[in-house]
């Protein structure tokens, strides 16, 4: 079992930036990619951003290209999404989620792909 508990969330004003952290614990795998999945109230949970086990690949969702960075260090566990120039329609839960995959380059970006949720953190963009 691998447990993921997030932190950084908060109520910011639009344009502002926030960084969003995931510590990861418990039962580890070879190889297995993590990311950021955000709901906003009456929408389906989608994949905002999303890092292979090596880092070198990274996925975005097109609302979010050129504003939002995922970054993860293994050594420690943690996985990271850095946000600037933060919209109103940023605001949602923001899941921290991992999936086991085969490969130290694969990405994941769909929920059934996800094997671990965190429990979510809520960002609120007020304009």
């Known amino acids: 079992q691998v447990q993921l508990v997030e932190s950084g969330g908060g109520l910011v004003q639009a344009g502002d930036s926030l960084r969003l952290s995931c510590a990861a614990s418990?039962?580890?795998?070879?190889?297995?990619?993590m990311g950021w999945f955000r709901q906003a109230p009456g929408k389906e949970r989608e994949a905002v951003a999303t890092i292979s086990w090596n880092a070198v690949n990274t996925y975005y969702a097109d609302s979010v290209k050129g504003r939002f960075t995922i970054s993860r260090n293994n050594a420690k566990n943690t996985v990271y999404l850095q946000m600037h120039s933060l919209k109103p329609e940023d605001t949602a839960v923001y899941y921290c989620?991992?999936?086991?995959?085969?490969?130290?380059?694969?990405?994941?970006?769909?929920?059934?792909?996800?094997?671990?949720w965190g429990q979510g953190t809520q960002v609120t963009v007020s304009s």
């Open positions: 989620a991992a999936g086991i995959v085969g490969s130290d380059y694969a990405l994941v970006t769909r929920r059934y792909e996800i094997n671990y």
């Open positions: 418990g039962r580890t795998f070879s190889s297995y990619a």
